[in-house]
């Protein structure tokens, strides 16, 4: 194994095994390694690699080898990329109604493609938020240790789970079945409603009720009821995702050179892969400053991409070379003080970047006169401030945002989370027609995007 494999990171251990980033040192593919120890107790985890050999399925890791030692067997699987749910939640601000509906709806359907595996269905019985892995193509499903064939019996580990999430037949040692791992979504989908803090997923507590209902008669029988149910309730809210715009391109310009674009779309990408909608920068100019941070090496490189936390982006590569962002991403591109080329591109909006300053607003006025025309024209003022806000938006006859003074646009504040809450709001169908504010005392309502979850607007007056 260490022939073949480089250890980069502990991703994390439990009782008995403790599992590793690594990568192929031919291949250059990453890899996780779970190392399980040759001890009586623990062997029984080895049966994992014979699990995953007969489950095929997109968000259920493949396994590629089972190899070992003297102390150790070594597991190789597909490596998840992306963060825990668990690790999500605990940022309970980016928990939104469309974001739960899409965790659920990934999970159950992860969990009925196991309930209906011919010749013989599964089930998973260890369902928790720490076993969901959120990445750029949807969750990953992890950890199939305590996975078990149906009507399985005589094996010490049948019952095993987390006692939160726990069906009470499995707790009192009765045989798990379908409708544990269905009590178990149920369990997740109630902490998911509570970790959103807005109220907006109380509309599916009944759902999870009877998820969750100790009476096998009152519980879901099947994965496809719940989901149907939640298709019901989703559709008939106001704020659903079945009711949403897809964005797909964002170009920010500003009104002269160092003005803040590139602050600007940065922190617009992190928030969005934050808000769990994949976001890709581009760096559409000259300035290089993409190409100087990837050069200072802060970044992991990812098939000419480049990961910083939250943040994905590219630089500007030249003529010649070509790197496709992935499916369904939003794509923001960050023009500079290129009004042409930002306008040449017909996004689905425009973010006009303009000082604050006394000396920059001559700058300002002339831009504007080139962008007034698009209809999907975002004014936003630089460094916090409110005061020329307030002028632009008088002299504009528009609403115009106020990006807030900030140190580090790889790191997502308050302040900006507000911001582009704001900036995406969506209530209808045109924009600029209604804005909810929560700062200022006039309520208005704009209708930019739809489907990146209910968020509050703020309109500098």
Not at 103 to 123: C, G, Q, R, S, W
Not at 236 to 248: D, G, K, M, V
Request: glycine share 8%.
């Amino acid at each position: 194994m260490s022939g073949r494999y480089r250890v980069l990171s502990e991703l994390g251990r439990g009782s008995g095994s403790i599992v590793y980033l690594v990568r192929h040192q031919k291949l250059g593919e990453y890899r996780a390694v779970k190392c399980i120890k040759k001890e009586p107790e623990f062997t029984w985890k080895v049966r994992e690699a014979s699990i995953l050999n007969r489950l095929n399925h997109p968000q259920i890791p493949r396994v590629y080898d089972l190899d070992e030692d003297d102390h150790y067997y070594y597991l190789v699987e597909e490596y998840a990329r992306g963060e825990s749910l668990e690790a999500k939640m605990l940022r309970s601000s980016f928990i939104t109604l469309d974001f739960i509906f899409q965790v659920i709806t990934e999970t159950a359907n992860v969990l009925d493609y196991m309930h209906h595996l011919k010749p013989v269905p599964m089930v998973y019985q260890d369902l928790k938020p720490e076993h969901i892995i959120l990445g750029r193509e949807g969750i990953k499903l992890i950890d199939f240790g305590t996975a078990c064939c149906l009507g399985e019996t005589g094996n010490k580990f049948q019952n095993y789970g987390t006692p939160k999430f726990c069906a009470p037949e499995q707790a009192t040692g009765e045989q798990a079945g379908i409708q544990s791992d269905i009590y178990s979504i149920g369990k997740l989908l109630e902490e998911l409603v509570y970790a959103e803090g807005n109220h907006h997923a109380r509309c599916l507590m009944q759902i999870a009720g009877k998820a969750t209902s100790p009476d096998l008669s009152v519980r879901y029988q099947t994965a496809e009821e719940l989901l149907a149910d939640l298709s019901v309730q989703m559709q008939s809210n106001n704020h659903s995702i079945y009711q949403r715009h897809l964005l797909t391109k964002i170009v920010a310009a500003g009104s002269q050179p160092h003005i803040g674009t590139t602050h600007l779309s940065i922190s617009l990408t992190v928030y969005l892969n934050h808000k769990n909608r994949q976001a890709v920068y581009r760096e559409k100019n000259t300035s290089r400053h993409m190409r100087n941070a990837v050069e200072s090496g802060i970044f992991a490189e990812e098939g000419g991409l480049y990961r910083r936390n939250d943040f994905l982006g590219m630089p500007a590569y030249g003529e010649g070379v070509s790197v496709n962002a992935p499916n369904g991403s939003i794509e923001v591109l960050d023009y500079g003080s290129d009004l042409a080329g930002a306008l040449a591109e017909r996004a689905d909006m425009l973010l006009f970047m303009a000082g604050s300053r006394e000396w920059e607003t001559g700058f300002a006025d002339l831009a504007f006169e080139r962008l007034k025309s698009e209809k999907n024209l975002v004014v936003i003022a630089n460094y916090g401030g409110k005061q020329q806000a307030r002028r632009y938006q008088e002299k504009y006859g528009q609403p115009v945002y106020c990006f807030p003074l900030d140190a580090d646009p790889f790191e997502m504040t308050k302040e900006k989370e507000s911001l582009f809450d704001g900036l995406l709001e969506k209530e209808g169908n045109e924009m600029y027609e209604y804005r909810n504010c929560r700062i200022c005392p006039g309520e208005w309502s704009n209708t930019l995007i739809r489907g990146i979850g209910k968020l509050c607007g703020k309109w500098v007056r």
